[in-house]
């Protein structure tokens, strides 16, 4: 933490706050400017509450220095993490490839789309059975249900299971039917939810809210791996911004960034991030060549009846291409799917 | 909602279209232009799988045309609601003053802050016990001790208590321990959180996302109304954007907008808006001038040392001061504090 | 400047580093932490090449500790600015109110709206003769036809003329027509008109960009200054944010902000913040109670004839009694209309 | 247009709209809903005007439904366009190579450069004479000077020029000196630069503005399509979002939904778009994976040094590497550099 002196602060406020910061154990170091003078605070603490310090009469601001996340840091591991769900592995050279509908809506839709999605190359089978609708009166899913139909569908295709958690209640039963648990992008800073998964060892596919910046999104990452459960997969689905022809922005530069500052494996999902068709395949090329360890895509074989998501799903051999693209560029920066 | 076909489409692409829709029990008015033919779908029911007809070859777009909301919106009502916090109300013409720190840190930092600001004009105290940080190596909260600290404030002051929700399983002892239950900015689209809290009949403060926009937030309070609990009061704290001066920017349109489209009460939290203790004065006295029925302000007599938030925290008598101001642009717009 | 170095980094690149700010004819500050060095830059001169360090191998970020602004500041005038438009004065205790039609459209659409804000309590006369259009299709403006209709305007009922410059080469015509020249959203960084205007002493109308932020906007509003021309006033218009029931985000905080940071007098424009002509009297009443020194309303009297922006202007009638509200708050702040 | 009426209109209201529709030219087509009445307008003509019903006491909202840009639509040309730069073909299977650095600082830099360059494989050498800059204190190019240093960068290398316009009164020097006009983002939606840029023939390439939707990104570009020059190159150069750890926010989706909807070429930016020297190269991959037909990459030998974001530049070697990297996901994708 930096702490900058308004102009013209006395040499006696100065003190003061040098005495504020010694007293919560830091120590200080003095730099006077032409027009201001600034506090360095030195120490291994927690800085948090420095912050505060803003109030001061005298003080114009605290600006932070070090990057405030830490179990997530790629310093902290100093290699990159291989995480492991079910036999599946995130982060190595093979790029791990999650498929299939937003939602299951049926059991023989989701054992239909399974065999599909495997038979065009996926690993693990996505479908959500308990969904964050933003509205309360749209399918909210088949719960239990589902998770069974989930289950079957992995018996008939030999597919892992990822499927999105939304209440800490349904933890048990999550643990129980799936491979890997999903945190939406809503439910990014629901640290009592992040908190719940992080008591577990159950790999997590971590989504980035629509408002995350990369460094809170980290910082929510170390809340999962502090809780002791180390198989955190990070995802980029896409930000909010002021552009209207897309559903989100999808932000391939935090890609690129996740893997500079953290040792986790990062995840994109290239049919939320558009909400279009069309660009999921370029999308999906494109996050291959940032750097992605894996793709979630939605796929459905009868998109204009689906549930949810219809609009960006892709269908099985629009999937199936999609794949041979992104195969192509895999080669090209020394993966493979 | 409306659908647009390409250029170009045949006639029996839209034949397609036409009788999808009809199967799924709509009517259907279609509309012939120069370039593109569109589809009016007609019928009560919820419309949002229409949506997925977008990934049709022929489709151009799905075009919503009502507004997404339901319980909450104004023609529901049709007249303003006032909701009661235990013999404070909501929505008349008094205006409902909430202040307090922003964490519970001890029981005598607590009644002490509680005191000044009911001494103010204050009639409800704000303080968290369970609190959403973005890092988790920051202050948490006193839990279950911070709530007893809040209890014994009020039985002292004869102030209300408004405290936030972070999961589930601490409702019982909110309900307990609360008049007024909050639910945070990174919570808002926490639809399990949502419909727990619309279980009750307890008052809820309920802060919009930082990027959810006013439909989404006006969907998201059905949540809570459509589950039994009418007594939802919306917050406006501010939206996430570019400018980096403020934390966020207070958006006043959003609660012009909310006031007509709804008929729940609309309060401002000028204090996480801005950030900046400098801003939190001339945002209150605008927030009342575009219509507010309620502030809720960050008050600490020591913010250089409070464990959050402190640079946004109003001392006591810059709280007084602010009422003061407040209560002026209050008068003049036929409102009182 | 304070350059921050790696974790890590060793003697020598420290001193590197520190051998490079002093040949740019600056003084070093070392400061040491426990993980990383931090130097601080010490002088009068620009700043802005130290910013190129950050390429440097051992150096993690470069960080400004002074505001970039200057001649906008309000420490270089230490009093504020009253900024005179053919007698009528922004800045001090009266409220300056600008009102009219987005475009000139004929001499007596001009004419005749001019008279009913002259009524109505307006000062100047706002009124685009040559139109910055998102499509070259739409209507482009009368150009010098409405510059003459204009003048007419002003013959008749005394107000002054505002009126916004698209290219250098107008500025002739503009200075000989209009008191007030406009600089709009789209202009705010076109760097080129800024001196071209900054040459003149005609008083501008500055609009905010929509990703201009407010260290930016008085960066660019220097522009104008270091020209030579001091009758800046500066007009927030709203900002682009994914919030898409309005057009775009008003941002009061930074009224409240330019007014502490500057010495410029600050107008909020509410009409083209909101493009909703319910919104247009809240955000009128809330910029005044914010701090706002004027207003620019849009007015036509026939808005569902407009050549452009017909949904946000307010009708005369509406005009008045927004007047009349404005009013009551600008007493509550002791200001007049 | 579509012109939904309120609930609960009247016969009479809905007549009204009709004859002011018909009134303009267009026909009408009404859809009678359950709760809304619908009104279509059908026509070959502009109908911007139509936005304005808006502001009819009986109307909700008025939705367009047509893309609103033209001549730069695929379906305008039915063909990807081919832009010749003096022999350097944008738009074909080989990849156009943009580089050099921000600003050209003195005949010695740039020469260098500029051999540096064209020896790792680009095509045309960028160098700024005449630049935009934040702040009037800082460096604003060598002008004149510049433009003749860059032609002996020519002269010696053989590589085009392409440089930055800032005023239409720079325009004939340009023209003399370039090869291909740059439009930066700032002036995106300067629209009086876009039509003097439309009346010569010169290649334009053409920033998107930091928040400049792909829509009216679109629509700026019709601007000098519609003067008559049909040599414009797209260039996607990053956006403005709340994401501080990148200078901006790369849309990558923007440059696969510009190569879907227009026939231009389309070129990416990583250098402005993130700011930060490591994530040129995956953004530089990951572009070429999108689609992009050409990139444009900031280098310079002395980064440190640099007048100008000197903190994105690459070195020269890096350069080199970086095209090698990108040469095969351009291969991949069936292109080459």
Chains 1, 2, 3, 4 share one sequence.
Not at 226 to 232: A, C, L, M, T
Request: proline letters at 4%.
């Amino acid at each position: 933490m930096i702490i900058v002196m308004k102009a013209g602060s006395t040499e006696e406020q100065i003190q003061e706050v040098v005495s504020l910061v010694r007293k919560l154990g830091y120590q200080v170091h003095l730099s006077t400017g032409v027009e201001r003078t600034i506090i360095g605070v030195i120490g291994h603490k927690d800085k948090s509450p420095i912050q505060s310090f803003a109030s001061l009469e005298a003080v114009e601001s605290v600006i932070p220095i070090l990057k405030p996340f830490k179990l997530s840091s790629f310093e902290m591991k100093g290699e990159r993490s291989l995480i492991d769900v079910d036999g599946v592995t995130f982060g190595g050279e093979q790029i791990a490839l999650i498929a299939g509908p937003c939602s299951v809506e049926s059991r023989d839709q989701i054992v239909r789309i399974a065999h599909q999605v495997k038979q065009a190359g996926a690993h693990i089978l996505r479908g959500g059975a308990y969904k964050p609708r933003t509205s309360p009166y749209s399918f909210q899913g088949l719960e239990e249900e589902g998770l069974k139909f989930l289950r079957e569908a992995k018996e008939e295709t030999g597919l892992r299971i990822v499927t999105e958690i939304v209440a800490i209640g349904d933890m048990d039963l999550l643990v129980e039917y799936a491979d890997m648990i999903q945190i939406g992008a809503r439910n990014c800073q629901n640290f009592a939810l992040l908190k719940a998964v992080g008591q577990s060892k159950k790999p997590v596919l971590f989504k980035r809210g629509m408002s995350t910046t990369v460094k809170e999104f980290l910082q929510a990452a170390d809340y999962i791996l502090s809780e002791g459960n180390p198989n955190v997969i990070l995802c980029e689905r896409g930000i909010r911004t002021f552009e209207d022809s897309t559903r989100n922005t999808l932000d391939l530069s935090a890609v690129a960034l996740l893997r500079n500052w953290s040792h986790l494996p990062v995840v994109v999902d290239p049919s939320h991030a558009t909400g279009v068709r069309e660009l999921v395949m370029p999308m999906a090329r494109a996050a291959m060549a940032a750097g992605a360890d894996g793709l979630i895509i939605e796929v459905h074989d009868r998109p204009e009846e689906a549930y949810s998501d219809g609009p960006q799903s892709l269908r099985p051999d629009e999937f199936k291409e999609c794949l041979r693209e992104v195969s192509g560029i895999a080669a090209a920066v020394g993966r493979r799917l």
